[in-house]
């Protein structure tokens, strides 16, 4: 049994008003749903956090700290939004066992065009079950380069695809010889900062895909 929480530094526009539920990064809101969320017995408790600033590629001191907190306070893994780039996934070594935090992702589809927004990745996140503490801990993580794809062939379409299957040319995606140099840029630039966490890459082909499509599961490229 899982429980998920969010909380956000703040909205563009004030929208925190019925029927909206806007959760903002409060600690003493934070504990109190900690808390309630504990009162369930879940196997393991999973916040994200809408936080960070924006195309900065590392995590400032004050989320650092408020993970910390979190895990403190009784979180399993954290994984954060905002910045539009792929900040530090770390893993942290806590007395409940191991926990995670993905500062952020990256932008999952988006139209920006500044620097590393147009690419970022999925996790993929192992729990196991400790039956003495009846709690979950990370056991493993990877993580899954992907990139957004525009098809300019007639109206404009944006896809998510996972960048391992189209780093050679194939019959299933058109792409410029641009596009497909500025995707293995990224490609490269993202393996190696992945490296430095840790973090090894879950290997996506197109057989995968082609089961994905096959399942009806999905029908695009790639879905998150």
């Known amino acids: 049994k899982l429980?998920?929480?969010?909380?956000?530094?703040?909205?563009?526009?004030?929208?925190d008003y019925p029927p909206a539920i806007i959760n903002r990064i409060d600690e003493d809101l934070i504990k109190k749903d900690m808390k309630e969320a504990k009162a369930l017995k879940p196997d393991a408790i999973i916040v994200m956090m809408h936080w960070g600033k924006e195309y900065h590629e590392d995590e400032r001191k004050e989320e650092q700290l408020l993970?910390?907190?979190l895990f403190d306070w009784?979180?399993?893994l954290v994984v954060g939004a905002h910045p539009?780039?792929?900040q530090p996934v770390k893993m942290e070594q806590h007395d409940s066992g191991n926990r995670l935090v993905a500062y952020s992702l990256g932008n999952f589809i988006s139209g920006q065009v500044k620097p590393k927004t147009d690419g970022s990745i999925l996790l993929e996140v192992e729990l196991a079950l400790d039956d003495e503490k009846e709690k979950?801990?990370?056991?493993d993580y990877h993580f899954i380069p992907i990139w957004r794809h525009i098809h300019r062939k007639g109206k404009k379409t944006f896809m998510t695809i996972p960048i391992a299957p189209f780093e050679k040319?194939?019959?299933?995606?058109e792409m410029s010889k641009y596009d497909r140099r500025k995707m293995l840029a990224y490609a490269?630039?993202?393996?190696k900062k992945m490296k430095t966490f840790?973090?090894?890459?879950?290997?996506?082909?197109?057989?995968?895909?082609?089961?994905?499509q096959s399942s009806g599961t999905t029908g695009s490229v790639a879905t998150q």
């Not at 429980?3 to 929208?15: C, D, E, K, Q, R």
């Not at 979950?136 to 056991?139: G, K």
């Not at 490269?188 to 393996?191: A, Q, S, T």
Request: aromatic share 10%.
């Open 3 to 15: 429980v998920f929480l969010n909380y956000t530094y703040g909205t563009n526009n004030p929208s």
């Open 67 to 69: 993970a910390k907190k």
């Open 74 to 76: 009784g979180a399993t």
């Open 84 to 86: 539009h780039v792929v």
């Open 136 to 139: 979950a801990f990370v056991t």
């Open 169 to 173: 040319e194939n019959s299933l995606l």
């Open 188 to 191: 490269k630039y993202i393996r």
């Open 198 to 212: 840790d973090c090894s890459e879950r290997k996506i082909t197109l057989r995968d895909i082609d089961q994905l």
